[in-house]
Structure formats: structure tokens, C-alpha cells
């Protein structure tokens, strides 16, 4: 009760009042309030007291339900905590948020461990030049790629387009394709990254400086989850499915395979940009173009290519 305890002249109060004498307009509000004395109804300005020790035993049978009553409520709260396994944070928030992965061996040990529990989708985009990938490391993939597939799980693999005159990705490609698993080709740059059941990310390390090469991130948060696969969409519905490739275009701009035609007769990039009538850092542009489409990371990667492209 906001009006206990009494203080000290509350008290000297109460026992003038008791006494028979005036209490010579000190303040009883409070005494009034906890019962101790009331109004005389017969004459203006006086006070009849109450025994103290009846609004004692009033006020503590008061107490004494109001602890019963917040003992009983106390009891049902643990009731509510138990909806816990009811509710789902990350529904409604982004979730804990990253973690990084610091050697290729932790990233693939992580990515096998998540892929193998999926259940619904894996999207996978794969932007770098195949020659450089560990056949070890693709034969892991491919494995595991056609182990979620033969457990129904969707399974989306984006590539850029030097991808399709690899080899080692061409047979791997091949093996998901005939257990069910969708590839494409994209002339669209591109970010390496894993989605799986629009829970899980796993991208490249571009925080940690002078961190291990092949090093990357897990990534829980629901919202940046949901972003990087409609990015991942994007590109995957403006790529090429991998068995129309060979009836397709090189992807190329004209400007851009123009300057191949000239590389390919043997003419260096200065008398390129002359004979063509662009500037130099135009041509070097279009060259660094090319590459990011293709995934290649030298010119001799280009030119290989396109010249397996004009015999084709």
C-alpha cells in the first residue's frame, strides 16, 4: 500500500487524535487512508480513531491475498515460457547473424555438413575459372551434389561461360545432370556463393584482411539469406541452360568480339585500339569485361576459348 509506512508525524498525529485533543490542522490524509481514523459526522473538523490493532489485522488478511493471489499467478508463468518451442525468432527477426570460415578446409567441411541435411534447395553459382578448382574438391562436390538429389532435394548450379570448355566441369556436369540436377551458363558477372533452403549462405571473405585464400562466411541472417537468392534468381533467369549452349551466341558484344578478331590475327592491344578506333583504356576495359563474363582470369584463358569457339 503507497500509504505505509506512516511517517513519524503521522504517528504523533494518530495519537493526538487518540488522546481526545486537536490535532491543530496537522495533515490526516494518510491515517484516513489506512483506516486508522475517520471524519466525525457531527462536528466539522474533528476525528473519531479506530483501534489500531483491528486495521492492523485488516490490513495484513489484505496483504496476506494478495500474495496468495500473486503466488497462484507466479505459477502459471512458467506455462508461458513453455511456448518458447512454439515460437520461431527467426521468422520475424534477421537471427544471429555470420560466422567466418577461415581455411577452405572449414568452408567445404561446413558446406558438405549443411548440403547433406538439405531438404529443399541448393543453389550454388560458381564464378571462377574451372582449371583452378582441386579435382578433389569437385569430385567432393559432385558427390555430394548428387547425394541431395537422390533426396529430392532441387539442385541449381550456375557457371560462367569458360565453365563449358572445361573438361573436368563438362564430365562433372554431366553426372548431376543425369541424376536430376539443373545447370546454366551465365554472361552475366557474378558472385561465388552456396544458398541451401533459403537458410543457409555461404559467400567469399571480403571482411577479414589478409585472411587465408578460399576463406568465406556462413551467413544465418534470414534477410540477407533472402536477398542473395533473388540475386542468385536474377541471373540464373537471364543464363543459358548448359545442354543449349552450343546453340547459342558467344554472349559477347560486338565491339567486344571484334577486339578478339583482331587479337586472334595477331595484332597487340595498341594497334588494336588504332585499327579499331577505340582508345587504348577502351579496349583494356572491354578485355577486363570479357574476362569477368567468362570467369577467366587471363587473356591466353580468353583467347583459348574463343578460338575453341570459331572451330565450333
Same mark, same amino acid.
Given at each position: 500500500?503507497?500509504d505505509l509506512?506512516?511517517?513519524?508525524s503521522?504517528l504523533? /498525529?494518530?495519537r493526538?487524535?487518540?488522546s481526545?485533543?486537536?490535532?491543530?490542522?496537522?495533515? !490526516?490524509?494518510? =491515517?484516513?487512508s489506512?483506516?486508522?481514523?475517520?471524519?466525525?459526522p457531527?462536528?466539522?473538523?474533528?476525528?473519531?480513531?479506530?483501534?489500531?490493532?483491528?486495521?492492523?489485522?485488516?490490513l495484513?488478511?489484505?496483504?496476506?491475498r494478495d500474495?496468495?493471489r500473486?503466488?497462484?499467478q507466479?505459477?502459471?508463468i512458467?506455462g508461458?515460457?513453455a511456448l518458447?518451442?512454439?515460437f520461431d525468432?527467426?521468422?520475424?527477426?534477421g537471427?544471429?547473424?555470420?560466422e #567466418?570460415?577461415?581455411?577452405?578446409?572449414?568452408?567445404n567441411?561446413r558446406?558438405?555438413?549443411?548440403?547433406?541435411?538439405a531438404?529443399q534447395?541448393?543453389?550454388?553459382?560458381?564464378?571462377?575459372?574451372?582449371?583452378?578448382?582441386?579435382?578433389?574438391?569437385?569430385r =567432393?562436390?559432385?558427390?555430394?551434389? *548428387?547425394?541431395?538429389?537422390?533426396?529430392?532435394v532441387?539442385?541449381?548450379?550456375?557457371?560462367?561461360a569458360?565453365a563449358?570448355?572445361?573438361?573436368?566441369?563438362?564430365?562433372?556436369?554431366?553426372?548431376?545432370?543425369?541424376?536430376?540436377? @539443373? /545447370?546454366?551458363?551465365?554472361?552475366l558477372? #557474378? @558472385?561465388r556463393?552456396v544458398? !541451401?533452403?533459403r537458410?543457409? =549462405?555461404?559467400?567469399?571473405? #571480403?571482411v577479414?584482411?589478409?585472411?587465408e585464400?578460399?576463406?568465406?562466411?556462413h551467413?544465418f541472417?534470414?534477410?540477407? $539469406?533472402?536477398?542473395?537468392?533473388?540475386?542468385?534468381?536474377?541471373?540464373?533467369?537471364?543464363s /543459358?541452360?548448359?545442354?543449349?549452349?552450343?546453340? /547459342?551466341?558467344?554472349?559477347?558484344?560486338?565491339?567486344?568480339e571484334?577486339?578478339?578478331r583482331?587479337?586472334?590475327?595477331?595484332?597487340?592491344?595498341?594497334?588494336v585500339? $588504332?585499327?579499331?578506333?577505340?582508345s587504348?583504356?577502351t579496349v583494356?576495359k572491354?578485355?577486363?569485361?570479357?574476362?569477368? *563474363?567468362?570467369?577467366a582470369?587471363?587473356?591466353?584463358q580468353?583467347m583459348a576459348?574463343?578460338?575453341?569457339q570459331q572451330?565450333?
Open positions: 500500500m503507497d509506512p506512516l511517517s513519524e503521522d504523533d /498525529t494518530y493526538l487524535i487518540a481526545g485533543a486537536d490535532p491543530g490542522g496537522r495533515p !490526516v490524509d494518510r =491515517l484516513v489506512v483506516g486508522l481514523v475517520t471524519a466525525d457531527y462536528q466539522a473538523g474533528q476525528w473519531i480513531p479506530h483501534d489500531p490493532r483491528g486495521v492492523a489485522e485488516r495484513m488478511a489484505d496483504r496476506q500474495l496468495t500473486a503466488v497462484e507466479m505459477g502459471h512458467p508461458l515460457a518458447h518451442a512454439s525468432p527467426h521468422r520475424w527477426y537471427g544471429p547473424g555470420s #567466418f570460415l577461415g581455411t577452405p578446409a572449414e568452408m567441411a558446406i558438405g555438413e549443411v548440403v547433406g541435411s531438404s534447395e541448393v543453389c550454388a553459382a560458381q564464378p571462377g575459372a574451372p582449371g583452378e578448382r582441386d579435382p578433389a574438391i569437385v =567432393l562436390g559432385v558427390d555430394r551434389t *548428387v547425394g541431395a538429389l537422390r533426396n529430392g532441387e539442385i541449381m548450379t550456375l557457371y560462367a569458360l563449358a570448355d572445361d573438361e573436368q566441369t563438362r564430365t562433372s556436369v554431366e553426372e548431376i545432370a543425369a541424376a536430376g540436377g @539443373q /545447370t546454366r551458363v551465365s554472361a558477372p #557474378f @558472385q556463393m544458398i !541451401v533452403d537458410t543457409h =549462405l555461404f559467400v567469399d571473405n #571480403f577479414v584482411v589478409d585472411a585464400s578460399n576463406s568465406g562466411w551467413v541472417d534470414r534477410a540477407s $539469406v533472402a536477398a542473395a537468392r533473388e540475386t542468385f534468381r536474377l541471373v540464373w533467369d537471364r /543459358t541452360r548448359w545442354q543449349d549452349l552450343r546453340r /547459342t551466341s558467344s554472349g559477347l558484344t560486338d565491339r567486344q571484334a577486339i578478339l583482331e587479337l586472334e590475327m595477331g595484332h597487340p592491344q595498341p594497334q585500339s $588504332v585499327r579499331l578506333g577505340y587504348e583504356r583494356a572491354e578485355l577486363a569485361d570479357i574476362k569477368m *563474363v567468362l570467369g582470369r587471363s587473356l591466353a580468353v576459348w574463343w578460338g575453341r572451330r565450333d
